[in-house]
């Protein structure tokens, strides 16, 4: 079964300093996974993916995750916090099937 | 615009009523998907076509609900007797037809907000 546990529900940093959102996935297979940032009355927008190439991915807008399989983790991070940021933002695995497995979300707080 | 279309954005009806919501996926995307999420959570799951065959389905796609998607190409939602738990936010979301669509991700649209009141 495939599932992501988001660590924390609300993360607030100070504009200007690094962001980390904490993501944990369970898979049989070998997982897919991805970041979701989805701002107030938008879409949900793909930041990256990893597809079990490179462990380091880089998105969009500076942020970047790192793919621990000792550690089944996702991370999600960025050096430094924009205002435009605050968002809420979802971990989501998929194995070799159809569907995507999210995370409850992490709402991100910018504070000026 | 090339994106995925959802309408209506809101739709509030009274418990009981019928209600159906509209999806038009990006055009050369051949798979299209039908996901829920109520406040604090994320998506869930509720089905799957390819072109225009329905290839899956959810536990949570109760009797009371039924997806097309007739000519491979846009997709209608239909919820009858609707009940106050169904409000939520119904998100369509279209993908590349490649092998694995976990290669690729989903293209999700804005959503259709439902309020069953």
């Known amino acids: 079964a495939q599932s992501v546990t988001q660590l924390d529900s609300h993360v607030s940093v100070s504009e200007g300093t690094p962001v980390l959102l904490r993501c944990n996935y369970s898979?049989?297979?070998?997982?897919?996974l991805f970041w979701y940032v989805q701002h107030p009355n938008k879409g949900l927008q793909l930041l990256l993916k990893y597809t079990s190439a490179a462990t380091l991915v880089k998105g969009i807008n500076g942020f970047e995750a790192e793919f621990k399989k000792s550690e089944t983790s996702f991370h999600l991070t960025k050096p430094s916090a924009h205002m435009s940021d605050a968002a809420e933002y979802f971990c989501v695995v998929s194995d070799l099937g159809n569907q995507f497995y999210f995370g409850t979300g992490t709402s991100l707080t910018v504070i000026p | 615009d090339t994106g995925v279309s959802q309408n209506p954005r809101h739709k509030i009806t009274k418990r009981g009523q019928n209600v159906t919501f509209r999806c038009d996926p990006i055009?050369?995307?051949?798979?299209l998907y039908w996901y829920r999420q109520t406040l604090g959570q994320g998506p869930e799951f509720l089905t799957y076509?390819?072109?225009?065959?329905?290839?899956?389905k959810s536990r949570l796609l109760s009797d009371r609900f039924s997806a097309e998607r007739p000519k491979g190409s846009f997709s209608t939602l239909e919820i009858q007797r609707t009940e106050q738990g169904d409000s939520a936010m119904y998100l369509c979301?279209?993908?590349?037809?490649?092998?694995?669509?976990?290669?690729?991700?989903?293209?999700f649209g804005s959503g259709t907000r439902l309020t069953v009141v």
């Open positions: 979301a279209s993908s590349h037809p490649g092998t694995f669509v976990a290669n690729y991700g989903y293209t």
């Open positions: 055009s050369e995307h051949n798979r």
């Open positions: 898979s049989s297979y070998s997982p897919s």
């Open positions: 076509f390819q072109n225009e065959a329905q290839l899956e």
